[in-house]
T-cell receptor, first 115, second 114 residues
Framework: DGGITQSPKYLFRKEGQNVTLSCEQNLNHDAMYWYRQDPGQGLRLIYYSQIVNDFQKGDIAEGYSVSREKKESFPLTVTSAQKNPTAFYLC??????????????FGDGTRLSIL | AQSVTQLGSHVSVSEGALVLLRCNYS??????LFWYVQYPNQGLQLLLK??????LVKGINGFEAEFKKSETSFHLTKPSAHMSDAAEYFC????????????FGRGTSLIVHP
């Protein structure tokens, strides 16, 4: 079955530590996205990538970094510069350029908490 | 810039009653519109999408939505609520000017009473 796999499901971060959230898709989608979800605030875009080796900042990129070395993978690093990282993080993918009206597919999320 | 407003952070209905979740959008060009559902501790699943074909869109689980350009609305309805419909619902819009990156509303939590 095609889909998006996020790991781990739960993650804990110590002060001053960087942590990396994994996102892998086997849908052959060009575009991938990272969202942060906080209660009552909906989904806020952190970073997105529409093609391998290229990515763009979203609305709340400060304190986060990404890479897109392979089409299937789009890991998100939450750095120590992100002072309030506790949230639910969602990864999504979509067809990308040429498939503009296609909806996004989502992973099941990673819940990050501060120790 | 595109935007989405979902009226009501919580909507409460009785089982068997009509479900109406409101979504208004702002877009200066023809939009693509989506409704997603999220169950606790899970990702979002697509319920239905509007992509400039029929204005009345039917989705999964008995949900449907009507695109009304004059009202810039895309409200989600279901004739009869089931307990299993209790979840968070998100409306999203994308368009050419936003590079087709979707913008999401803040979500509406649907509560279904027995």
């Amino acid at each position: 079955d095609g889909g998006i796999t996020q790991s781990p499901k739960y993650l804990f971060r110590k002060e001053g530590q960087n942590v990396t959230l994994s996102c892998e898709q086997n849908l052959n989608h060009d575009a991938m996205y990272w969202y942060r979800q906080d209660p009552g605030q909906g989904l806020r875009l952190i970073y997105y990538s529409q093609i391998v080796n290229d990515f763009q900042k979203g609305d709340i990129a400060e304190g986060y970094s990404v890479s897109r070395e392979k089409k299937e993978s789009f890991p998100l690093t939450v750095t120590s510069a992100q002072k309030n990282p506790t949230a639910f993080y969602l990864c999504a993918s979509s067809g990308g350029p040429g498939q503009i009206n296609q909806p996004q597919h989502f992973g099941d999320g990673t819940r990050l908490s501060i120790l | 810039a595109q935007s989405v407003t979902q009226l009501g952070s919580h909507v409460s209905v009785s089982e068997g009653a009509l479900v109406l979740l409101r979504c208004n959008y702002s877009s200066s060009v023809p939009p693509y519109l989506f409704w997603y559902v999220q169950y606790p501790n899970q990702g979002l699943q697509l319920l239905l999408k509007y992509t400039s074909a029929a204005t009345l869109v039917k989705g999964i689980n008995g949900f449907e939505a009507e695109f009304k350009k004059s009202e810039t609305s895309f409200h989600l309805t279901k004739p009869s609520a089931h307990m299993s419909d209790a979840a968070e619902y998100f409306c999203a819009v994308s368009d050419e000017r936003g590079s087709y990156i979707p913008t999401f509303g803040r979500g509406t939590s649907l509560i279904v009473h027995p």
